[in-house]
């Protein structure tokens, strides 16, 4: 499913203007509704039963009254005698006839609603089916730039709760609003032909429950956004409580945490009565104004029954229709409800359907072909869109890894480090020059093929809820036992792997909770070379990492180097030494570069940087070897 339609805005992931993110809602509810019944249509078969469904159920429906009515005047008849023992078996039989038909009526009434709420809920639970899945790929195809500036929490909740308003709009919204078409247009025609003035008494409470909930409406869509605010901030909680919950303890913070998410759980709470108090205030209304209805009824029919302009049945067939009517007039309320909880929430969730990526194919991209395997950096500047229009990240980053060639990138916190492993995997664009893999802008080239070609190893590796073999083969599904094996033993990991009970079937915990910090970035290592990209990127990757398992995996990495290019950004240079050239960056500048020899005989920012990490680790090493 895709979420383009004629008034689908092509908007692109807008900023706010201190460079944040914004998720607003259109204010235009018909096009929403529209983009809803729209889906809908999608399944015409469904869709053309659980309308007219609908319809024979109010059709049915309004025959209930007129045989009632039908029923008292027969019945009537009986009881006032002076008629043979012939016309009174002849009324018996007619008597019996219309309670068959009223049964009838109600029988297949109750059949045609039954198929009007199975139908209007498949309905439903498809266009649900189908958001979920568009949600989803939406979030996959977004930036990382537009992932940064919105929180996870948030997105959850659109994902369940607003795909649940949207969802309930066929069954609660379009259905019920035929329903009640159906009976107040024929009811109205079936009424005005016995008496116009107590036609327009039954119905005189329609218009002024229509006004009513009409302003309900706007309350509650109101309230409704209100809440479903206060609802991305509970899972925006929750969430950072459960990701962080191992610091929560090591802190003793339960407390602090638990008063936390209950204040901002009664604001919810808060939020949650004011929309009760609004529905049940509109609704008492509603009931009240139509009694009073059925009570003008039933004073003027009475007194036309007793002047004989209409007939005791007629009467009754006013109240069992008002009676029919009460309930489904009485859901206008839930209607304009749905109604306008389906036109926010499918706001909420067209707005980030509409978005379109920062970072996606240009025209005519094609796949990369890789020949030689170089990578290039030709006066690279960046600057993040939070940043400040004179504040670069990037500024002038010239540099080129050949395959077999290492390249070693060093420098202080912020001094652009992880942004150069971004940009090379083009999670952001440059804002001037260009990179290159082979002399091709990777602007040029398709996301898929581009990223198959430069393998990651990020600074702080995710492991996902599964098996050991299934974390490592997770960018090649298809990977044999022989290749996965290979990989962990080449980042020092296969032995403790088969140590396990269960081996490489061990499952690994939420987020790799059950593994060590090292041994999480271990088989995040392994991961990557598993894949034989031509890049190979080392994203501080071994700072969880002992020194001595950090120099082993460095000599299995040989052999897998030699037909590829790789950068290893790290904070200790013990991990550089072996680079061709390492490259000193600071402010977003490259200051120094040269091979380690160089760089000492330089005596710069390197060297004091290296002398003062010997003296370090020298002193731990007496430390520990003291008694």
């Avoid at 002399?439 to 070609?453: E, F, H, K, N």
């Avoid at 490592?472 to 403790?496: C, F, K, M, V």
């Amino acid at each position: 499913m895709t979420a383009t339609t004629a008034s689908k805005s092509q908007a692109r992931e807008d900023r706010n203007s201190d460079g944040t993110y914004r998720i607003a809602v259109s204010k235009i509810d018909l096009n929403v509704l529209w983009r809803i019944t729209a889906m809908s249509l999608r399944h015409p078969g469904r869709m053309a039963l659980a309308v007219g469904a609908t319809v024979l159920a109010g059709i049915f429906q309004l025959y209930v009254p007129q045989y009632l009515g039908r029923a008292v005047d027969q019945a009537r008849g009986l009881l006032d005698g002076g008629v043979t023992a012939a016309g009174q078996a002849a009324a018996e039989e007619a008597l019996m006839a219309t309670a068959l038909l009223l049964i009838g009526a109600s029988l297949l009434r109750g059949l045609f609603t039954m198929m009007q709420n199975y139908q209007g809920e498949a309905v439903g639970q498809l266009i649900g089916y189908d958001m979920r899945l568009a949600y989803y790929r939406q979030l996959q195809r977004l930036s990382f730039s537009w992932h940064d500036k919105i929180h996870s929490g948030d997105l959850i909740t659109r994902g369940i709760l607003d795909i649940e308003g949207v969802r309930l709009w066929t069954s609660t919204g379009l259905l019920r609003f035929v329903l009640l078409s159906v009976l107040i247009a024929g009811g109205a025609v079936i009424l005005f032909r016995i008496d116009v003035v107590l036609g327009l008494l039954a119905l005189s409470f329609v218009p002024i429950v229509g006004v009513r909930a009409s302003i309900a409406r706007l309350k509650l869509r109101d309230t409704w956004m209100q809440l479903q605010d206060e609802l991305s901030r509970l899972s925006q909680v929750m969430e950072e409580n459960l990701v962080g919950i191992r610091v929560v303890r090591a802190f003793a913070a339960q407390a602090y945490e638990l008063a936390r998410y209950d204040k901002v759980s009664n604001v919810a709470l808060n939020v949650t009565h004011k929309r009760v108090a609004l529905f049940v205030t509109s609704t008492t209304q509603m009931t009240f104004v139509y009694f009073i209805a059925m009570g003008l009824v039933l004073w003027v029919g009475g007194l036309k029954t007793i002047d004989g302009e209409i007939t005791l049945g007629q009467l009754a067939q006013f109240l069992a229709f008002m009676t029919i009517l009460q309930m489904p007039v009485r859901q206008i309320g839930w209607m304009i409800n749905s109604i306008a909880r389906a036109s926010t929430c499918g706001g909420r969730l067209f707005n980030v359907l509409d978005l379109e990526p920062s970072i996606a194919d240009a025209p005519g991209a094609r796949p990369l072909a890789i020949t030689d395997g170089v990578l290039r950096f030709e006066a690279v500047d960046f600057r993040y869109p939070a940043s400040a229009q004179d504040q670069r990240t990037l500024s002038g980053i010239t540099l080129e890894a050949r395959p077999g060639q290492t390249i070693g990138i060093v420098g202080p916190p912020g001094s652009g480090k992880t942004t150069i492993a971004h940009l090379i995997g083009r999670f952001y664009d440059v804002d001037a020059g260009r990179i290159t893999i082979d002399g091709q802008d990777i602007r040029d080239v398709t996301l898929t093929s581009l990223r198959r070609a430069v393998n990651i190893v990020q600074q702080e590796p995710f492991l996902f809820t599964a098996g050991i073999d299934h974390n490592l083969a997770y960018g090649d599904p298809w990977a044999g036992r022989g290749d996965i094996e290979r990989s962990a033993a080449t980042a020092q990991l296969h032995n403790y792997i088969e140590s396990l009970p269960k081996g490489y079937q061990t499952l690994v915990g939420e987020r790799g909770v059950s593994l060590s910090g090292g041994q999480r970035q271990r088989l995040s290592i392994a991961r990557s070379v598993l894949l034989g990209g031509a890049v190979l990127v080392f994203d501080d990757s071994t700072a969880a990492i002992d020194v001595a398992t950090e120099q082993r995996i460095t000599a299995a990495l040989r052999d897998v180097v030699k037909t590829r290019a790789v950068i290893i950004i790290a904070h200790r240079l013990s991990s550089l030494i072996h680079a061709d050239e390492i490259v000193f960056l600071d402010g977003g500048k490259i200051i120094e570069r040269g091979s380690h020899d160089e760089l000492i005989a330089l005596n710069g920012r390197y060297a004091s940087l290296y002398a003062l990490q010997t003296r370090i680790d020298d002193a731990d090493e007496n430390r520990l070897g003291s008694p």
